[in-house]
């Protein structure tokens, strides 16, 4: 079983939020999964059973419910290990808008994966603990697009800007 849920951002989130798919998987033919080197980032909130990462560096991350990844750009696969059935919330960002979010250049996460928690501190854990008690997608997206992060912006071309309360961005 296989579901997924896409929406825009909150408008105030336009340039620095491409879109969000919420995503529910139960799978018993395989457990893991070769993830395609890309040219964009990635950031996830798993919302389910542990999710294992294992960046194209060969290191591995396992996640719990409510904890989020962050990955960089990459020349070679990745592999998610799914360890039970997945729930999780996918928030897909142009690069300037990630390297905000994790407050530090691209650069330093190119071919691996990080915890997001590591990144971004308390904030990263509060939304992911109100995401995992939201009651369907549309919730999710809410709580994504009312994201106070204080670490937005710090690189990038967009300058200076975090994402408050309100979803507005300053800058």
């Known amino acids: 079983m296989w579901e997924m849920v896409a929406a825009p951002p909150a408008p105030a989130l336009g340039g620095l939020v491409g879109h969000y798919t919420s995503y529910r998987e139960r ?6 999964r070769r993830e395609l080197a890309a040219t964009s980032g ?3 909130y798993a919302l389910d059973a542990p999710l294992a ?9 396992v996640l719990r419910e409510g904890e989020a990844f962050v990955g960089g750009i990459a020349d070679a696969t990745s592999i998610s290990r799914a360890l039970g059935p997945q729930r999780g919330v996918h928030i897909h960002l142009p690069l300037h808008a ?16 990080a915890p997001l928690a590591d990144l971004a501190g308390r904030s990263a854990r509060v939304l992911g603990e109100r995401l995992v008690t939201a009651s369907d997608p549309q919730d999710q997206f809410d709580l994504v697009d009312d994201f106070p992060d204080s670490t ?20």
């Open 27 to 32: 799978t018993t033919s395989f457990s893991a």
């Open 98 to 113: 990630l390297a905000g979010v994790c407050g530090m250049p691209l650069a330093e996460l190119a071919n691996r994966v």
């Open 42 to 44: 990635v950031l996830i």
């Open 152 to 171: 937005a912006g710090q690189y990038g071309d967009t300058g200076s800007c975090s994402v408050v309360g309100d979803g507005a961005v300053v800058g």
């Open 53 to 61: 990462i294992t960046g194209a560096d060969g290191v591995e991350i």
